[in-house]
């Protein structure tokens, strides 16, 4: 398959055109989407969707959280990810596979059908983490694009990809939120750098290698800003798999906790890596037949089982 994204072979980083649209479906009447909505979503890259989640959805899927921050011992080893030079818990991946709560969460209709819309066709689940920013000890995540990741380390061939962060505790404009560079998924930026062999093991916990460089970043920061979209529990924040996103540390006394659900097209499905021998591991990058996402109706609460 020929590399039109290629990153990580030259020693000058370049922005190269994208190839792939941004929605890959026209708006119609009775979309999951607004025509305002798809439009900002199309130029910015990112949308905040509200209110979507009742109040008991929101402490349901709080209390699932907390269970599994509270037994790390309960899941895969593999998929409990510290912070660098600590104990705490930083990420918990495959959470969709490990907690029938957020299996549920990720095929709510309310989620998975806006990424079918947005993507314009059938869905998987690429990846799924719990992303937890402990109070004073929560490390920052480098800005990077998450296409160029699963580009070259796991073979996503094209941008036909979103994420969605659920807020399950409230963000706020000093407990680390999500920050993003509005309309910088219109270009693909090259990273720099040979990727060494099992790159996760670190990556995971601080990313060193598929990161851009500073000029490029502070040309794009200048050009388009930075935004940090805050907002209260059940808050959806959806990005473009391409957008420049990072977060800063928490060295405030609140923790920040978002589930975290990356949709891919099915027509999307990974290849061979485009830049590494081996590919990561499944927890971090679903691999083999799309496990088609079946999207469900009706409220978290009643729908998930005792």
């Not at 998975?112 to 004073?136: C, M, T, W």
């Not at 409230?170 to 990273?191: D, K, Y």
């Amino acid at each position: 398959m020929k590399d039109i994204y290629p990153s990580r072979h030259a020693e000058v980083a370049e922005f190269l055109p994208r190839l792939d649209p941004v929605v890959h479906n026209d708006w119609f009447e009775g979309a999951p989407l607004s025509h305002e909505q798809v439009t900002w979503f199309d130029r910015d890259g990112f949308l905040v969707l509200e209110n979507i989640f009742s109040d008991d959805e929101i402490a349901f899927l709080q209390r699932e959280a907390g269970t599994l921050l509270a037994d790390p011992d309960a899941l895969e080893e593999e998929t409990v990810i510290t912070e660098p030079g600590g104990r705490e818990i930083r990420s918990i991946f495959k959470i969709h596979a490990q907690s029938r709560v957020l299996a549920r969460l990720a095929a709510d209709e309310r989620l998975a059908g806006v990424a079918r819309f947005l993507l314009g066709d059938e869905v998987y689940i690429h990846q799924s983490r719990l992303n937890y920013k402990p109070g004073f000890q929560g490390k920052e995540f480098y800005w990077h694009s998450d296409f160029e990741t699963w580009h070259v380390e796991d073979g996503m061939p094209r941008m036909r990809a979103l994420s969605m962060s659920i807020l399950l505790a409230e963000n706020t404009p000093h407990n680390g939120p999500l920050m993003l560079i509005p309309e910088s998924h219109r270009t693909f930026l090259t990273c720099v750098g040979e990727t060494p062999e099992d790159h996760y093991r670190m990556s995971l916990k601080r990313q060193e290698y598929g990161v851009p460089d500073e000029n490029s970043l502070a040309e794009l920061a200048h050009k388009n800003g930075i935004v940090a979209p805050t907002g209260k529990p059940g808050t959806v924040v959806i990005f473009d798999c391409n957008v420049m996103h990072g977060s800063n540390g928490n060295i405030t006394p609140f923790p920040r906790a978002n589930a975290f659900l990356v949709y891919n097209a099915v027509s999307n499905a990974l290849a061979a890596p485009f830049g590494v021998e081996k590919p990561r591991p499944d927890f971090i990058a679903a691999r083999g037949v799309p496990q088609m996402v079946q999207p469900v109706s009706g409220s978290l609460v009643e729908e998930a089982p005792a």
